[in-house]
């Protein structure tokens, strides 16, 4: 044989070689589905519960109430009926006695003392906290009255974040 | 020998036979037989497997834990003109194939500003320039623990070259930006006498900035609008995933499927007003700053501690009539006694209208507090309303409270057993 036969057949070998690798990759090879994702229950819950790690006041600049409010949409909630069923309102581990429940909203009022290291108040704040449960989504409203309070309120929630919760008592 | 070479070349040929006949097949199944193959990856919450097998953490911890997206983002619109426009984007996934609690990481990159597709100008780059390529225009933070963040230049790049674990079925995967866009132009050429246009192929190598946008498009034109959701984004022309083989130890890319599709969760906050302060952003930080605010005089809200007032009136007490006294005693039910001892800072005040419209609906007249009405119960102000009368603080009622202050009218007069109080308060007459 030629020199050049060696080569030519060197080449098939290889290629051969190299396509039958690919021939056998494609002839295995079957579609595949790698996980799942579900997030169809992502847009309703079953009872109300907001949890976020801080809260910001917002002060309409042409108010001049001296109202800062902290307004949330979020999503709706199945069944809550407040003339049926009886719930309580928790926030942050402390409940929040006194709420007015309506058929679909709720209203509370929070009373909050800051203490400075002598033990003397150094500011009072007041919250009232609105939820409304609508077809489509739930409101969530917190007011208070002056920057002080709301700042206030605003460090306290940075430093303990904000867990609110409506719970059916059964 | 001879006869060994000859044997030897027909092998040979042998072979190359082989050769091209398995070329042929080949390229007869590749080009006439094959049919597509498809493969989809779905990359759905990125919690630690050691976090879901815990028997160790309650429900509620292990809620806490219970959403960890691959990418997160926070886009506040400034739609109400009340702060600053504010987008950021966070990816969460491991550091390694464990896909343990301890691998965590995540990496962020923030805009200050509205920053929209249509900004973005489609130029040709090389790969050399694109792999390392971070645009400036970002804050870049970093964290393996979600509470402490940092940037600079100690943190992971979000560039090409960066390629994060993440959990898919459970298992350990890569996810590496690697996509391009290519588009042709023409070119006349002189050598055609400029009546031949050239094509040539430009390749725009993707950067985290063309992600960033992508996912801002996304959310700003998600049809629930303003709020929290969770949408599902299609990562496939930007991202290559790769399985983790066991047995390698190697992260193995699928070059063999047709059509390869990566879908992701994409968890986000839509809002209508404008950033306000640092606390608001997902890293806690604000183009670099850990205090930012964009109110000027800013109020000092250091505190030692926080009280949450309770004020306690006619409605949340019990009632127990006395004929000897011809009237009610009042004192604390255990429910509510109960509820207060899981609220170890709560700070109770009592009103007590003895003329109030709840006792005369129910037709009742107070003429004390009952024994043990407030034992071991912390009050910080009793006050009590009402006209001319005479009011019993029958034994213990008040032992343990340690009241504060005790408020009450004018016209009342108290007759207070021994020991039905064991602390010093101070008295305001209305």
């Known amino acids: 044989m030629k020199w050049y036969t060696y080569l030519i057949c060197f080449i098939l070998i290889v290629v051969g070689v190299f396509c039958g690798i690919e021939l056998y990759r494609e002839v295995k090879a079957e579609s595949y589905v790698n996980g799942s994702i579900d997030i169809s229950n992502k847009f309703s819950q079953e009872s ?3 949890s976020s790690t801080s809260v910001v006041f917002y002060h309409d600049l042409y108010d001049d109430t001296d109202t800062y409010s902290f307004e949330k949409d979020l999503l709706k909630v199945e069944d809550f009926n407040g003339e049926k069923k009886e719930y309580k309102v928790i926030l942050n581990d402390y409940v929040l006695i006194g709420s007015e429940i309506n058929a679909g909203s709720v209203f509370s009022v929070v009373n909050m003392d800051f203490y400075d290291t002598n033990g003397n108040i150094v500011c009072n704040s007041t919250m009232k906290i609105s939820i409304q449960f609508l077809s489509n989504k739930t409101q969530l409203t917190l007011v208070t009255t002056g920057q002080e309070s709301a700042s206030f309120l605003e460090q306290y929630f940075s430093d303990n974040g904000i867990r609110l919760r409506v719970i059916e008592i059964l | 020998m001879k006869t060994l070479k000859v044997i030897g070349n027909c092998c040979f040929v042998f072979l190359a036979i082989i050769g091209l006949c398995v070329s042929l097949a080949y390229g007869y199944y590749h080009f006439f037989v094959k049919d597509i193959t498809t493969g989809t990856n779905y990359i759905d919450n990125q919690i630690a497997l050691d976090i879901v097998a815990s028997d160790d953490l309650t429900e509620e911890q292990k809620n806490e834990f219970e959403e960890r997206y691959f990418m997160e983002a926070n886009f506040f619109s ?18 390694d ?68 674990t993440i959990k898919i079925d459970n298992r350990a995967f890569q996810i590496q930006l690697t996509g391009t866009y290519e588009w042709t ?28 946008a992508d996912c801002m498009e996304a959310i700003r034109t998600n049809n629930q609008g303003y709020g929290d959701y969770y949408i599902t984004v299609d990562l496939s022309e930007y991202f290559t995933i790769r399985e983790y083989d066991m047995s390698s130890g190697k992260y193995k890319e699928d070059n063999v499927t047709d059509i390869i599709k990566n879908y992701s969760v994409l968890k986000f906050h839509y809002d209508e007003n404008g950033a306000r302060n640092s606390t608001q952003s997902l890293f806690g930080i604000i183009d670099c700053n850990p205090s930012y605010d964009i109110v000027e005089e800013e109020i000092d809200t250091t505190y030692w501690q926080e009280r949450m007032v309770y004020t306690l009136d006619e409605d949340d007490f019990s009632y127990r009539y006395s004929d000897v006294y011809q009237g009610y005693f009042f004192s604390l039910n255990m429910d509510t006694k109960k509820m207060f001892d899981e ?23 107070v003429v004390g507090l009952d024994y043990n009405a407030f034992e071991g119960f912390e009050i910080d102000t009793l006050t009590i309303k009402g006209n001319t009368q005479k009011i019993y603080l029958l034994k213990k009622s008040l032992y343990d409270t340690q009241l504060q202050t005790f408020k009450y009218s004018n016209g009342l007069t108290f007759d207070i057993a021994q020991n039905a109080i064991n602390n010093e308060y101070s008295e305001v007459v209305l």
Request: hydrophobic share 30%; charged share 20%.
């Open chain 1, 48 to 50: 109300f519960n907001y």
């Open chain 2, 78 to 95: 400034n739609a109400k003109n009340n702060g600053i426009a504010l987008q950021e984007l966070k990816f969460n996934y491991f550091t």
């Open chain 2, 97 to 164: 194939y464990s896909l343990s609690s301890n691998a965590y990481r995540s990496t962020g990159m923030q805009y200050l500003g509205d920053l929209k597709q249509s900004d973005l100008v489609i130029t040709e780059t090389t790969e050399q320039e694109a792999q390392r390529y971070e645009s400036s225009a970002f804050s870049y933070y970093d964290t393996t623990n979600g509470v402490s963040w940092e940037g600079n230049k100690l943190r992971t790049q979000l560039n090409r070259e960066s390629a994060f």
């Open chain 2, 185 to 212: 132009t023409y070119k006349r050429s002189w050598w055609s006498l400029w009546l031949y246009n050239q094509p040539i192929t430009n390749i725009l190598y993707y950067n985290y900035l063309n992600v960033f």
């Open chain 2, 343 to 365: 609220m170890p800072r709560a700070k109770v005040n009592i009103n007590i209208d003895l003329n109030s419209q709840y006792f005369k609906d129910k037709n009742i007249t």
